[in-house]
């Protein structure tokens, strides 16, 4: 899409009011660079364009990995897009969960979890960007799919200030969700506000998803056209908690892009 400045004229063009973008690439561990030139005339620009920016870590990001060298690149990586973000003024970093490995892990994965975040997380500025954990699929041992799974992750770092969630609707209804149930989506938003309180939704990706529900397989699918459907994207958008949380597509988009979903999701929400 030709960078940041390519990202932000395909979100205006799909008709999109917030953007996610990769900041280094997302499969790899090279860190994301700061350039302070092109990094204020890319912040002033989605300024004027009033497009709130979220930053996707890299996908190989795992603080549960029990194997030294990837748990050492990813707390690099974290803390490399997270000053990115700060010089992007973007809203968020979203990180993947991630996996223990192995089932025998998990406290340890806790542990460290807490050893290595919590010192990323304290350096925090209040008024800078947040980090938004986004609970995975399922299966791999991952450390947290379900909404339960989040409340040891959030003890870890004593439910420190700048932490947040990024909810995914494919990932919540692998993980066992039935968001696609009359009600299911209400639900699943009701128990995310009473594990963790209100006010730690930073970003929502609304997907559809190829597989049914508790497959623990992370395949999206277009709005409408997945075992989700499209009314229950429209029960997403009237819970309390999502009131003024973006909601972004990371749908296939296909050879027509992205502009379908986007109208279709503003369709529900404006109901």
Not at 228 to 244: D, K, M
Not at 260 to 265: F, N, W
Request: charged share 20%.
């Amino acid at each position: 899409m030709g960078g940041l400045s390519g990202a932000l004229a395909y979100a205006r063009e799909s008709g999109a009011e917030a953007v996610q973008v990769f900041v280094s690439n997302p499969r790899g561990w090279a860190p994301a660079v700061v350039d302070p030139l092109k990094d204020e005339a890319f912040r002033v620009a989605a300024h004027a364009a009033k497009m709130p920016l979220f930053i996707h870590a890299p996908y190989l990001v795992n603080l549960a990995s029990p194997t030294h060298a990837t748990l050492h690149n990813s707390v690099a990586s974290v803390a490399a897009t997270m000053l990115k973000a700060a010089s992007l003024d973007a809203r968020a970093v979203v990180v993947h969960a991630g996996s223990c490995v192995d089932a025998g892990h998990r406290d340890a994965a806790l542990g460290q979890f807490r050893e290595h975040l919590l010192p990323l997380l304290d350096q925090l500025p209040a008024d800078g960007p947040k980090l938004l954990i986004e609970p995975m699929a399922g299966g791999g041992e991952c450390l947290a799919s379900s909404v339960s799974d989040l409340a040891p992750l959030f003890d870890a770092v004593d439910h420190h200030p700048m932490l947040g969630v990024c909810l995914d609707t494919c990932h919540g209804f692998a993980a066992g969700h039935d968001l696609a149930a009359p009600g299911g989506v209400r639900a699943w938003l009701n128990e995310l506000v009473r594990t963790l309180g209100r006010g730690r939704l930073g970003l929502v990706h609304a997907n559809d998803s190829k597989d049914a529900v508790g497959s623990s397989r992370d395949r999206h699918e277009s709005i409408g056209a997945g075992r989700i459907g499209a009314e229950p994207f429209g029960e997403l958008f009237r819970h309390p908690a999502t009131r003024g949380v973006p909601v972004l597509v990371e749908t296939p988009g296909k050879v027509e892009g992205h502009a379908a979903d986007i109208a279709l999701l503003k369709s529900l929400r404006d109901r």
